[in-house]
């Protein structure tokens, strides 16, 4: 796919100041991906703006993945334009790579549109763009690379590290494979400089991610090898910790519990997305496991590491999901005694397999079970943080709370953005990384006293 316009539309007639700030939506990937896009067009002589009030371009980065990803997606657009009709707006992301002639041609308060095959063309678009063009410009996916990124969009000494792009699990609900392509692993020497480069920049917390890190060397090795990955980035001589996003659970990599308890870096997190237990319904989303197999795996998980930490999205709501299904799930849930969970309701997308299978679930049956994966998850949640009371934690310090005494960090039982947070009992500065003790559980936080140094 490489699809180019250069029109330009006799409304927008002057150059536009290189200047642009980038609006994010949508996942960690979709941050990597902003992150390189002003990297790429700061080094084009670019000046990025904290705001969007009177820079000269609106870079709105895009989620496709789902219904209310992407109506987000485009209210920003409308929004954005409609506060500042003095900016052009540039739609780029996974939306933009999806839709881009529908985009152009029923969005006109997209000034341009620019997918996120080949990240190395964002200056390219963003001049086309500035000088009164209109690009439309979705190339071809190019090869997997370290991305430049020089300023990064998450809390300090923190950072999303991406090990692959696109996915061929073919899941029939998922849209990702139609939006960034088949998986494409970057080199284990790749990965591993980029980072060396960021633990020299003083990040303390490498989140590793990418559709399915267990599929990580199978496209370019014909094996797994996120285990080598792992073993080539414990040979980094460094206080740094490593945590694991993302991991289909119909082919986790088993040698990564070793790796785990020969090497405290290697944080014992787990994130699997289970996304069902009912047999039928797990066939139908074109998955191989099982409640029985999915349970194994999470007793093997604790058996090697018992303060593991383990997540996981539930999806219901799945064509064809009937009440018994839903019940297989529950009870699923109620034994798996996941730490975190996430319940989504499924988003009919166009060109998935799923798409066409009869036994729709109505809308308000699968949002009345969500709710129920919702309510069921709250006890098991806070017992699981109940077993954290009296200890003592490793905690990286996000942001102090305004107006008081206390600061938010996370353990290494809380991933970024998803799960709930430490709060501390001091003001502290952010990035740093102190001990601290739990000493009580409110909700979906824990609350710790920090020790004295």
């Known amino acids: 796919m490489n699809r180019t316009s250069l029109e330009a539309p006799p409304e927008i007639a002057a150059e536009a100041p290189r200047t642009f700030w980038i609006d994010l939506h949508g996942c960690a990937k979709n941050q990597v991906d902003a992150e390189e896009i002003r990297a790429r067009l700061e080094a084009a002589g670019w000046i990025a703006q904290d705001g969007p009030k009177g820079a000269g371009i ?22 954005l334009k409609a506060r500042y009709p003095g900016s052009r707006i ?25 997918g996120n095959g080949d990240l190395a063309r964002i200056a390219e678009a963003a001049e086309t763009l500035r000088r009164g063009g209109r690009p439309v410009l979705v190339p071809e ?13 998450s809390y300090p000494r923190s950072a999303y590290l991406k090990i692959s792009e696109g996915c061929s ?4 609900y998922c849209a990702i494979p139609l939006i960034r392509g088949d998986a494409r692993s970057r080199a284990v020497e790749d990965v591993a400089a980029e980072a060396r480069d960021l633990v020299s920049r003083g990040i303390f917390e490498l989140n590793l991610i990418g559709q399915d890190l267990g599929a990580y060397g199978l496209d370019s090795l014909g094996r797994p090898a996120l285990p080598e990955l792992l073993g080539e980035l414990c040979r980094i001589e460094a206080d740094f910790r490593i945590r694991m ?35 039928p319904v797990l066939k139908a989303m074109n998955r191989r496991g099982d409640a029985e197999t999915y349970l194994g795996l999470i007793g093997r998980i604790r058996d090697r590491l018992p303060e593991a930490v383990l997540r996981s999205t539930f999806l219901v709501g799945f064509p064809g999901e009937t009440d018994e299904d839903f019940e297989a799930l529950r009870d699923f849930q109620d034994r798996a005694r996941l730490t975190w969970l996430g319940a989504f309701e499924y988003s009919r997308e166009e060109d998935t397999p799923a798409a066409a299978l009869k036994g729709r679930v109505s809308r308000k049956t699968a949002s009345e079970r969500r709710r129920r994966v919702e309510e069921a998850q709250r006890p098991i949640t806070e017992e699981a943080l109940r077993g954290f009371l009296g200890r003592e934690l490793e905690v990286l310090v996000e942001e ?13 039982a809380q991933a970024p953005e998803v799960d709930g947070l430490v709060v501390l009992n001091a003001r502290l500065e952010p990035g740093l990384v102190v001990r601290a003790r739990v000493v009580a559980v409110n909700g979906v936080d824990m609350e710790a006293v920090v020790r004295k140094q």
């Open 58 to 79: 609106l870079v709105v980065n895009t989620c496709g993945f789902i219904e209310s990803a992407k109506k987000e997606s485009l209210d920003a657009v409308l929004d």
């Open 90 to 114: 540039l739609m780029a992301g996974c939306l933009a790579q999806r839709y881009p002639e529908d985009l152009a041609a029923e969005l006109p308060e997209a000034d341009g549109i620019f």
């Open 141 to 153: 996916a190019a090869p997997p690379a370290r991305p430049p990124r020089t300023t990064l969009f």
């Open 169 to 172: 699990n073919r899941c029939s």
């Open 245 to 279: 996003l993302y991991i289909h659970p119909d082919h986790f990599p088993d040698p990564v519990l070793d790796l785990c308890s020969r090497d405290p870096r290697i944080l014992p997190y787990f994130d699997l997305p289970f996304q069902h237990a009912s047999g």
């Open 400 to 412: 102090p709370v305004e107006g008081e005494e206390l600061s938010l960090g996370r353990s290494y």
